[in-house]
C-alpha cells in the first residue's frame, strides 16, 4: 500500500503561510513529491501535525478546515494509487487528476455529459477498455451483480423507487451496500428471488448456491474493485460524483503466516502409493507438479506443451498481466518433467496436464492429503471471522497451498526475495511476499541451544 510523508516547504508567500507539500511512496524506488496547494503558517505545523493554539477558536476552525482538506487529499492519492499502475503515476499525471478532483466541471466531456449510459453498458465499457486478465474480470462480473441484488434488496425493504446510479450514489449508499454484503446469507432465505435473478455464485449447473459469508478481507478487497471503477468513471467524465471522497473504512486486510507442507512431507505425498484410485494419483502428481513450480492454479491450468521450452516452464502471470507481464521461467526439476512425461498421452484437450476443474482439484487435494497421512494441526487466522483457531491441515489444503510451498519452501533456503520472486512471480516488495519471513521451527531451536542454559 502507497504511503504519504508531510512536509513544509521553506517558501513563504504574501500571507506568511507555506505549502504543505507530500511525498507519496509507491515503492521502494518510486517516490513523487506533490504540491498539495494547501497553505499553513510555519508555526503550527510540526513534524506533519497541525498545532492548535489553546484559545482563539476561529483560529482552530480554520486549522481544522485546512486538516480535513489535507486529509481528503491524501486519501484521494492514496484511492488513485490503488487504482493505477505505478507507471501511469507521474508527476504530471497526478497534478492533473487533483485538479480534476478539484473541478470536475473542467473535465467533463460535453458529449458524455449528454449521453446516459445504463449501468451495466458502464461495466462493459470500463472492462473493454481496461482489458483485464479473465479472473479480474470475473471480480467485476460479480460486483454488477451484487448492486443489482443490492438495489432490488433496497426496492422490496426501505425504498421502493430505488435505483442504483454512479450520478446518485452516496457515502451512506456504500456503507449500506457493505451491509448488505454481510447479511447475505440470511437474506438468501428471505428473498430468494433476489438470487434467482442475479446469482451470488454462479456455476455451469442452473442451482442456485447461497452466498457465503464475508470476512474483512474480502470486504476490503470487494471495495477496492468498487472504488477504481468509480475512479474510472470519474476520469472518463461519466460521472462527476465521487462517494469515496467521504468514504472511511471500518475494517483492514489481516493475514496470518502462510501455511504449506515441508520439503519432507512433499515427499511423502509423492511417493504415497494411489495405485488404488487413478483419480487421485494423477490428481496428487499434478499437486506436486504444481509444487514443483510455484504458479498459481489459474495459470497452470492454461498451460500447453508450448509453455515448456528448454527445460523449463515459461508463462505471464494472469494476475499481474495488466500491470507486469513479464515472462515468468521455472526450470524443470527432475520430478516435474517426470510428471509431464507420465500423464503426455492422457491429455486430450492439448493441455500441458489432464487438469479438471479448479473445485473438483481442491476436493481431490484434501483427499490426497488425508490419505497420505498429512493431517497435522495449524494455526490459521479464521477467513471470515478473523479469529485465530487450529484446524488439520487437510481440511485447508487447496491448490494454493502448492504456491505456497514452493514458495515457503524456497525462502528458508534462499532467504533471497529477489531470487525467490524471479520464480513466483512477486513484485518487489510484495505484501504477500514479505509473510514468508518467519523463523522457522528448526532454527528457533538453535536460537534457544546457542543460550547454553
Known sequence: ????????????????????????????????????????????????????????????????????????????????????????????????????????????????????LSFDDIIDEFLKQKQLSEPRERHYRVLQRALHRFELYQRLTEKKSYKFSLDTCTTEDIYAFEAFLRAEPELYDQYPNIYKSFPSI???????????????????????????????????????????????????????????????????????????????????????????????????????????????????ASKTADERPETIRVPLSDRAQFIIDKHREEVKDGRLLPFISQQKYNEAIKEIFEAAGITRLVTRLNPTTGIEEQVPINTIATSHMARRTFVGNLYKKVKDQNLVSALSGHSVGSKAFARYREIDEDMKRELVNVMGY
Open 1 to 116: 500500500m502507497a504511503t504519504i510523508q508531510r512536509s513544509l516547504s521553506t517558501k513563504v508567500n504574501d500571507n506568511g503561510k507555506s505549502e504543505i507539500m507530500l511525498r507519496l511512496s509507491l515503492s521502494k524506488n518510486d517516490k513523487i513529491r506533490i504540491k498539495s496547494g494547501i497553505f499553513v503558517l510555519a508555526s503550527r505545523f510540526k513534524d506533519g501535525a497541525f498545532i492548535k493554539p489553546r484559545a482563539n477558536q476561529q483560529e482552530i476552525a480554520e486549522l481544522r478546515d485546512t486538516e480535513d482538506r489535507l486529509i481528503s487529499l491524501e486519501r484521494f492519492l492514496i484511492g488513485l494509487s490503488e487504482t493505477h499502475q505505478i507507471k501511469e503515476l507521474t508527476k504530471d499525471f497526478i497534478a492533473k487528476e487533483i485538479d480534476r478532483w478539484r473541478n470536475p466541471e473542467k473535465y467533463a466531456p460535453k458529449e458524455v455529459k449528454s449521453k446516459k
Open 202 to 316: 454462479t456455476h455451469k449447473t442452473h442451482k442456485v448456491k447461497r452466498p457465503k459469508p464475508r470476512g474483512d478481507n474480502y470486504m476490503v478487497t470487494f471495495t477496492k474493485r468498487f472504488k477504481a471503477l468509480f475512479h474510472w468513471c470519474h476520469a472518463q467524465g461519466i460521472t462527476m460524483n465521487n462517494p469515496f471522497v467521504k468514504y472511511v473504512s471500518s475494517v483492514y486486510e489481516k493475514y496470518g503466516t502462510p501455511i504449506y507442507i515441508k520439503d519432507e512431507e512433499v515427499l511423502q505425498l509423492a511417493d504415497f502409493d494411489f495405485s488404488y484410485n487413478k483419480h487421485l494419483d494423477t490428481q496428487r502428481n499434478i499437486f506436486i507438479f504444481q509444487c514443483c513450480i510455484g504458479c498459481r492454479v489459474g495459470d497452470m491450468m492454461k498451460m500447453t506443451p508450448a509453455n515448456v521450452i528448454n527445460g523449463g516452464v515459461e508463462y505471464i
